[in-house]
């Protein structure tokens, strides 16, 4: 085993969601959303060097050579998978990892709204699910596609970077395709998936103009496409789509997005009064006749309003998410009020143990004991090395 697997080891008893490893400083982790340090020795630049490069295989190892940073994922003895992001900084060599679950979870175990299940029955158009970084999108993702490889007989692709979550055959037939490994672009991937007679595609990050436009000529086209944007609204979402294309084609794409979008989830992640883990607070844009007209009439302001007037049909603000978390005891005002310029209701929170919602957040291990973490600051080298496991 790699030296590192011990430590992610630790870490993942320990219910982080990440570690941090750079040169010159101890490890950290992210556990409920807050950087923590943990009991370890001050990295040198060999062993840093060491415990990173030693993951790494030799697409890795050039892309880092050529780039000074490499994004991969890697398996740690077939317990849970790891998205790695190693690069170079003034120090050394540092390290970001998110721990992913080893499992897919249910978006009921996710704790979301069980209507989005319905979601999945489109045979056509785009869903979105948006938020900053760590929000746990891919997760939600990851649920969505296994709702659709449990109930439905599709043939499913997946273009990631890097690939997160395996996902078994079940129902349906699953390619996935990393970029950088498999296919040099999410463009070209989308390009060549139009080819290769998929039910759903799976865009991990929607970044460009090729992306986009080749994702919403294939929601329009006949295939379910499930993407992410880096987003904190929805209403912000439809006009950075629109935004990304050239002024003489943007009357096209909102036209495009107004009759193939379905839905877009805007999350965030909110650490629970009870400290048990995180939840995800979601708002909801539904691509109804309202919707697509705004869209195409260059109305985005107005998209709120509809969502507060169409709470019957499913939509809901993420104001509206906050609150009711807060209501329902799962966390504070405090926390909620982070996220926030409306004023949160100050509710006392429940008992832990007791809350109302039962799902673990997006993206979040749950916490069990709190070993020790091997090679604790007694000065003595990490763990044993062995062979690294590749994914």
Request: glycine share 6%.
């Amino acid at each position: 085993m790699a030296r590192i697997d011990a430590i992610f080891e630790a870490v993942h008893a320990r219910g982080a969601s990440d570690l941090h490893i750079s040169t010159g400083a101890p490890p950290m982790i992210r556990r409920n959303g807050e950087m923590e340090p943990i009991p370890y020795q001050e990295l040198t630049r060999e062993l840093a060097d060491m415990l990173l490069t030693e993951i790494m295989g030799e697409d890795e190892r050039a892309r880092f050579a050529k780039k000074r940073d490499v994004d991969f994922s890697y398996d740690v003895q077939g317990l849970f998978r790891v998205r790695c992001n190693v690069y170079e900084e003034n120090r050394g060599l540092a390290g970001a990892f998110r721990l992913l679950p080893s499992s897919i979870l249910t978006l009921e175990q996710l704790g979301l709204p069980q209507h989005l299940a319905d979601l999945t029955e489109a045979r056509k158009g785009l869903i979105l699910v948006t938020g900053p970084p760590g929000s746990g999108k891919s997760t939600t993702l990851a649920a969505l596609v296994d709702h659709i490889n449990n109930r439905q007989r599709r043939h499913i692709i997946t273009i990631e970077d890097p690939i997160e979550y395996v996902h078994q055959n079940r129902n349906c037939l699953i390619n996935q395709r990393e970029v950088g490994k498999h296919t040099p672009s999410f463009a070209a991937a989308l390009h060549a998936a139009l080819r290769e007679d998929p039910d759903t595609i799976l865009v991990g990050e929607m970044r460009d103009f090729d992306t986009m436009h080749l994702a919403l000529t294939a929601a329009q086209t006949g295939q379910l496409v499930l993407g992410t944007l880096h987003t904190v609204s929805a209403s912000e979402t439809v006009e950075r789509i629109v935004d990304v294309f050239p002024a003489d084609l943007q009357p096209q794409a909102r036209g495009a997005l107004a009759s193939s979008l379905r839905a877009v989830l805007s999350q965030r992640l909110l650490r629970r009064a009870d400290d048990s883990g995180r939840i995800a607070a979601v708002e909801i844009l539904l691509g109804t006749r309202a919707v697509s007209s705004l869209i195409r009439e260059k109305k985005n302001h107005q998209i709120p309003s509809v969502i507060q007037t169409s709470r019957r049909d499913g939509m809901q603000l993420l104001d509206d998410a906050l609150v009711k978390l807060v209501k329902d005891g799962i966390v504070t005002t405090a926390e909620a009020q982070r996220f926030t310029d409306t004023p949160m209701p100050t509710v006392a929170a429940r008992p832990a143990g007791t809350s109302s919602a039962t799902g673990n957040a997006p993206g979040t291990p749950q916490p069990s004991q709190h070993p020790p973490v091997p090679g604790a600051p007694s000065g003595s080298a990490a763990p044993t090395a062995g062979a690294p496991r590749r994914p």
